[in-house]
């Protein structure tokens, strides 16, 4: 990542990128600073797109809702129409008791009555009657007034208890209705218990659960619309920015094509260089949604000859014209960005010597402002270098090395006339006067 701030390497492979549109756009924002602009629309594209997967999938969920919305409904009314009390099953359960044994217990309290209190030889009665006698005793031993009083506690407690047996028994009815509806509450209480996999007295608890799914049910619609709003807010924001990109984008298309068409004069090649912009193709149903580089394509065009129609680069364009067009387009480029080094590989693919000539001239130029690095083939190109570089592959017994030497002197002098071949030697010395002279220069 600090490599790509630092040095700009082109390649064989460039060659090829140089043929895609997105390539072509790219190096048109670079070149008009607007990079930065191009990645505020990718974000803002793909924080819309992000939106969309969340309404889509909030979409989906609340499909998938409403048959159990409807079903959380059913169950809500049917437990709300019952007006379920806390405790009231253990309340009901105790009562069906009371009543389905009325007769007894009401025969019981009776007896208890009876036997403490309103028999004629009841234990209430015989302990009165042993309470007065102790009273009377108290007056010969003070210890017999404490007896009277323990059997007076005793006296009244039972007393106690007879009135509560005797009220009880009298609360006693023999109300058949009322026991049928008690058991048909009971009933109808444990059959929902099983319907809804709890115990009857949990029932309450399972009213508020459903009420609250309900409320969850409504949170997720809210959701929906609150996303729903997020995601126009940036598809507005989006447009904005794109509609920016777009403006600048053409404003700068016109000066990138000057820039580029007197550089390729310089390199020798006629004709005109420009940029065709098209609407790109929308991925959406909605036309007004930019793309993650925004709403257009751009194409390059040249015409190599001059009088003939501008045709796409990818379409008409040589191996030496294209080596052309993208040096022209590094040179434009050079002066929008501050990448110091410049490396340059295959630039000589399909290049002749007339051609490589200007070439040549031109990276000289171009070295002037940052370092410029050529891995070249061509003498005409390698003659306007201030240094020079051999890299040559050596096999041996244990595999290929590859050998570097910078060269100087005569050394510089052989590897030019080697690269011009046997009749290249004088004019070899000629090259490398000329360098030395240059490097004297500079």
Wanted: net charge negative.
């Amino acid at each position: 990542a600090i490599g790509e701030q630092i040095v700009d390497f082109h390649g064989q492979h460039e060659h090829q990128r140089l043929f895609s549109t997105r390539y072509q756009l790219l190096t048109l924002d670079e070149f008009a600073g607007l990079s930065n602009a191009r990645g505020e629309v990718n974000r803002l594209y793909d924080q819309h797109k992000e939106l969309d997967r969340r309404i889509e999938a909030a979409e989906l969920k609340t499909r998938r809702m409403v048959e159990e919305r409807e079903l959380l409904e059913f169950y809500v009314d049917e437990l709300a129409q019952l007006e379920l009390q806390e405790g009231e099953f253990q309340a009901l359960q105790d009562e069906k008791r009371r009543l389905s044994n009325a007769e007894k217990l009401a025969e019981l309290c009776t007896s208890i009555d009876d036997q403490l209190w309103s028999e004629p030889r009841s234990v209430c009665g015989s302990l009165s009657s042993l309470e007065r006698q102790l009273i009377h005793g108290s007056k010969m031993d003070d210890s017999i007034s404490r007896m009277a009083d323990r059997v007076a506690d005793a006296r009244i407690s039972l007393e106690e208890v007879a009135s509560e047996a005797r009220a009880l028994g009298e609360s006693l009815l023999f109300d058949t209705e009322r026991q049928e509806m008690v058991e048909d509450r009971l009933a109808a209480l444990a059959s929902l218990g099983r319907k809804h996999r709890c115990e009857a007295d949990e029932l309450l608890g399972k009213l508020q659960e459903f009420r609250q799914q309900l409320a969850e049910f409504e949170q997720e619609g809210d959701q929906l619309n609150r996303i729903r709003v997020d995601r126009e807010a940036v598809l507005k924001e989006l447009r904005a920015r794109a509609k920016g990109l777009s403006t600048a984008r053409r404003a700068s298309a016109e000066h990138l094509a000057r820039v580029v068409c007197g550089n390729l004069k310089s390199l020798a090649m006629q004709g005109e260089f420009g940029m065709e912009f098209a609407e790109r193709e929308s991925q959406s149903t909605d036309a007004d949604v930019p793309g993650r580089d925004g709403f257009e394509t751009v194409e390059y065009v040249i015409s190599t000859n001059p009088g003939q129609p501008m045709m796409p680069l990818r379409k008409i364009a040589s191996g030496g014209e294209v080596s052309r067009v993208m040096l022209a387009l590094k040179t434009a480029l050079a002066g929008a960005d501050d990448v110091p080094i410049m490396v340059f590989d295959e630039l000589d693919s399909g290049i002749g010597g007339t051609t490589g000539n200007y070439v040549g001239k031109m990276l000289k130029r171009l070295s002037k402002s940052r370092q410029i690095l050529v891995i070249s083939h061509l003498v005409q190109i390698a003659q306007f270098a201030l240094n020079h570089i051999s890299i040559t592959k050596e096999a041996s017994e244990v595999g290929v090395s590859i050998a570097v030497a910078q060269l100087e002197g005569d050394a510089r002098v052989e590897e030019l006339a080697r690269m011009l071949g046997s009749e290249g030697r004088r004019h070899a010395h000629e090259l490398a006067a000329g360098l030395l002279a240059d490097s004297t220069e500079d």
